[in-house]
C-alpha cells in the first residue's frame, strides 16, 4: 500500500502557506462570500502537506483525487448558489484509530498485521463534517490502538512536533496535532479517552477540546471498545475555541448507528463570541489549598483574565499572579524549514 499517491500537476494560484494560519470559521466566510476559491485553497493545502509532511509525519495517507474533486464541487456549489454548510470547502483528516472512509487505509494505529487492511465503511465523524461542507482529505498517524500517550508506532513511524523536531507530538492522536500545529489543516479529529486530545493539544500548542460523552456520536468498528465508549468521544484539534465550537456544532445530535447519543442540537458559535469570552474576564480561579498550579495552566488563566481565587493561599495566589503573560514560545516555520 502506498501512502502517499502521486499528487496530480495542476497549478496553484495561491501560495501554499498564504492561508496556513487561517481558521476554519474564516476559511468558510471567505469561501461564501467568493473572496477564496475552494480549489485553490486545496491546491495550497495539498503543496503544504507535500513540502512539510516528510518532515513531521502527522499524515499517513492523503487522498489526492478525493480532495481535488471534493474541491471542485464545493466550487460549483458556491457558484451555483446552493445552500452551503457552516463548514463548505474547509479541508480536514480523519485520525487512523476507529475512523474511515471506503477505501482508505484503516490499520488501528499502524498495526503491521493491518499494513494492507482498507475501511468499507464512512465513519460518523467524517459523515458530519461532510455534511457541513467540510472535505476529509486524509487520514493522520496514531499509536497503536490509541493506548499511548506519544505518537509512535512500528508501521508508520512517529510523529514529530512541529516546534521541535526531535520531539514527539503526544498522543494519541499526534497525527492531527501536528496537522494543526504546523498550518497543513485547520481543524482535524483527535478522540480522546484518557486525553488523547488534550496531551498532544498540550504539546503542540493548540486546542484540544473533548465534548461531554452523549454530545457527539461514537460508533466504533469494531466494536471490541464499546466496553469504553463511556470514556471515549471524538473531538476536534484546532487553534482556537472559535473552531472547535463550530465543529462541534456540524457533530452534535443523535445519530442512528449511537442510541446513546443525545437528540440535541445546538449553536455552540455563541458560547465562544467575543462577548462572552469578555464576560468571563475578573472570573475568579478555584483551586484546592493542596494542588499547586502548573506555571503553564496559571499563565493560561490568566490570559483568561481570571484572578486567584481567596480560597488559595497568599504565596501561591502571588505566584500565580506574578506568572503575568506567557512568553512567545518557538516558531515552527522558523524552526522547521
Same mark, same amino acid.
Given at each position: 500500500m502506498r501512502r502517499f499517491p502521486e499528487p496530480t500537476t495542476e497549478r496553484c494560484f495561491l501560495k501554499m502557506d498564504s492561508h496556513a494560519w487561517t481558521g476554519a470559521a474564516e476559511l468558510a466566510a471567505a469561501i461564501r462570500s467568493k473572496e477564496l476559491s475552494p480549489v485553490e485553497l486545496?491546491?495550497?493545502?495539498?503543496?503544504? #502537506? /507535500?513540502? !512539510?509532511?516528510?518532515?513531521?509525519? &502527522?499524515? #499517513?495517507?492523503?487522498?489526492?483525487?478525493? &480532495?481535488r474533486l471534493a474541491a471542485r464541487k &464545493?466550487?460549483?456549489?458556491?457558484? %451555483?448558489?446552493?445552500?452551503?454548510?457552516?463548514?463548505?470547502?474547509?479541508?480536514?483528516? #480523519? =485520525?487512523?484509530?476507529?475512523?474511515s472512509k471506503p477505501g482508505w487505509p484503516y490499520t488501528l494505529g499502524g498495526i503491521r498485521a493491518l499494513k494492507d487492511n482498507v475501511g468499507n465503511y464512512t465513519c460518523a465523524w467524517a459523515e458530519r463534517m461532510e455534511a457541513a461542507g467540510?472535505?476529509?482529505?486524509? =487520514?493522520?498517524?496514531s499509536p497503536v490502538?490509541?493506548?499511548?500517550g506519544t505518537c509512535d508506532?512500528?508501521?508508520?513511524?512517529? %510523529? !514529530?512536533?512541529?516546534?521541535?523536531l526531535s520531539r514527539n507530538t503526544g498522543g494519541s492522536s499526534g497525527g492531527g496535532a501536528a496537522t494543526v500545529a504546523d498550518g497543513l489543516l485547520p481543524f482535524a479529529e483527535g478522540t480522546d479517552g484518557g486525553g488523547s486530545n488534550r496531551i498532544p493539544a498540550s504539546w503542540c500548542g493548540i486546542y484540544g477540546f473533548k465534548q461531554s460523552w452523549g454530545r457527539g456520536p461514537f460508533v466504533s468498528r469494531p466494536n471490541g471498545f464499546i466496553g469504553t465508549a463511556p470514556y471515549l468521544a471524538e473531538g476536534f484539534l484546532t487553534r482556537s475555541v472559535q473552531d472547535a465550537a463550530l465543529g462541534l456544532s456540524a457533530l452534535a445530535g443523535y445519530h442512528p448507528r449511537d442510541s446513546l447519543s443525545l437528540p440535541l442540537h445546538e449553536d455552540f458559535t455563541r458560547s465562544a463570541s467575543a462577548d462572552n469570552r469578555r464576560a468571563a474576564r475578573g472570573w475568579r480561579s478555584m483551586?484546592?489549598? /493542596?494542588?499547586?498550579?502548573?506555571?503553564? !495552566? &496559571?499563565r493560561s488563566a490568566q490570559d483568561a483574565g481570571l484572578r486567584p481565587s481567596r480560597c488559595i493561599p497568599p504565596r501561591l495566589a502571588a505566584r500565580v499572579s506574578a506568572l503575568g503573560r506567557a512568553r512567545p514560545g518557538a516558531d515552527p516555520e522558523r524552526d522547521h524549514p
Open positions: 486545496m491546491d495550497a493545502v495539498l503543496a503544504r #502537506i /507535500d513540502a !512539510r509532511n516528510p518532515g513531521i509525519n &502527522a499524515l #499517513i495517507y492523503v487522498a489526492y483525487d478525493h &480532495a &464545493a466550487e460549483d456549489d458556491v457558484m %451555483s448558489q446552493r445552500t452551503l454548510g457552516p463548514l463548505h470547502g474547509v479541508p480536514t483528516a #480523519i =485520525k487512523d484509530l476507529f475512523d467540510a472535505i476529509v482529505l486524509g =487520514k493522520t498517524n490502538l490509541g493506548f499511548r508506532n512500528y508501521l508508520f513511524g512517529p %510523529s !514529530r512536533n512541529p516546534f521541535d483551586v484546592p489549598h /493542596d494542588h499547586a498550579p502548573h506555571p503553564g !495552566r &496559571a
